[in-house]
Nanobody, 119 residues
Framework: QVHLVESGGGLVQPGGSLRLSCAAS????????MGWYRQAPGPQRDVVAI???????NYADSAKGRFTISRGNTKNTIYLQMNSLKPEDTADYYC?????????????WGQGTRVTVSS
């Protein structure tokens, strides 16, 4: 069973920075793409940034110019460097991945890590 484990959330002042990490583990698999979503209080979970297995990145408009998604050397780990944080960035951030095991591709979610931007 594949697991996604996030870390790096916390409390930061406006204008500050945080770096989130997400590691995928569990058996033999290949990653199609990985990304970050966030969910402020309420039911909607919005995409923040995605990186494909080829390294192509896409960002939500709210993240462009401030956030950077990247991969580790093993490609099973991704990071989200968040700079110039604003109070409206406050949310639970979730790692997401499309992963292929054998001939089946499935979607996986991490447990989430909370980011609070406040003075």
């Amino acid at each position: 069973q594949v697991h996604l484990v996030e870390s790096g959330g916390g409390l930061v002042q406006p204008g500050g920075s945080l770096r989130l990490s997400c590691a995928a583990s569990g058996g033999s698999f290949s990653i199609v793409n990985m990304g970050w979503y966030r969910q402020a209080p309420g039911p909607q979970r919005d995409v923040v940034a995605i990186i494909t297995n080829e390294g192509v990145t896409n960002y939500a408009d709210s993240a462009k110019g401030r956030f950077t998604i990247s991969r580790g050397n093993t490609k099973n780990t991704i990071y989200l460097q968040m700079n110039s944080l604003k109070p409206e960035d406050t949310a639970d951030y979730y790692c997401n991945a499309w992963i292929t095991i054998g001939t089946t591709t499935s979607n996986y979610w991490g447990q989430g890590t909370r980011v609070t931007v406040s003075s």
